[in-house]
């Protein structure tokens, strides 16, 4: 369970991010978040993952309150969160199996897992005939997918999207959220950052929508009217 407390963030001097939050994200959960530009989506989410902390308030995930956690700890938390954003983040010099691997080896996983581990990934992100293509031979989705294949490595109990379709056509778009849902059905969390109000609207899941730093609407199978 992902619990927001009475979550506000306020950059100097005066810029309210966010304000008064008050959220509970269930186990297993899929959830869409909406709003336009500056809604604070974005500020919620790096909140989340621990890349900023909060002005007031506690963010718990699990028993874990994220704002107690020192900077040793922190790494350790994050990888029960994936990350998965618009632009990829891949390494261009690496293959899809390398980009993956990296991640591993980053960690600490040794030969033996990574050797074991990221066919598994490839496979279930539907990239096994990709493993050794760069970033620049794979089309948009194609990288999306190893990116969320790398997010996948360390199992995460979470899955936090931000706009990963924001790049993408149609076709494409659809096989990245369609991936997202397989992923939620094997039992991940999966938070899904979006203005794409068609996705939002097929899915027919929980839609979160905030503005100007604030939820003002929270509905369990919503709509996205832009």
Do not use: C
């Amino acid at each position: 369970m992902i619990h927001f407390k009475n979550v506000s963030k306020i950059y100097p001097p005066h810029m309210v991010a966010l304000e008064n939050v008050n959220l509970i994200i269930k186990s297993k959960e899929f959830v869409s978040l909406v709003g336009s530009s500056g809604a604070g989506k974005s500020t919620l989410l790096r909140m989340l993952i621990g890349e900023e902390a909060p002005s007031m308030g506690e963010i718990i995930v699990g028993d874990v309150s994220i704002n107690s956690l020192n900077h040793k700890e922190m790494p350790y938390m994050r990888r029960k969160i994936g990350t998965v954003f618009q632009d990829y983040k891949l390494l261009p010099t690496k293959t899809a199996y390398e980009n993956i691997a990296f991640a591993m080896e980053v960690a600490g996983k040794d030969d033996e897992e990574i050797r074991e581990d990221v066919p598994q990934v490839l496979s279930l992100v539907g990239l096994e005939d990709k493993a050794n293509q760069f970033p620049y031979q794979l089309s948009g989705g194609e990288r999306q997918r190893v990116a969320i294949g790398r997010a996948l490595v360390h199992r995460p109990d979470i899955l936090v999207a931000d706009e990963p379709t924001g790049n993408l056509d149609p076709i494409n778009t659809w096989e990245v959220v369609n991936l997202l849902l397989k992923l939620n059905e094997l039992g991940a969390t999966v938070i899904l950052a979006t203005h794409d109000n068609s996705i939002v609207n097929n899915l027919e899941r929980r839609v979160i929508l905030m503005e100007k730093g604030k939820v003002v609407k929270d509905d369990l199978k919503g709509k996205y009217l832009i």
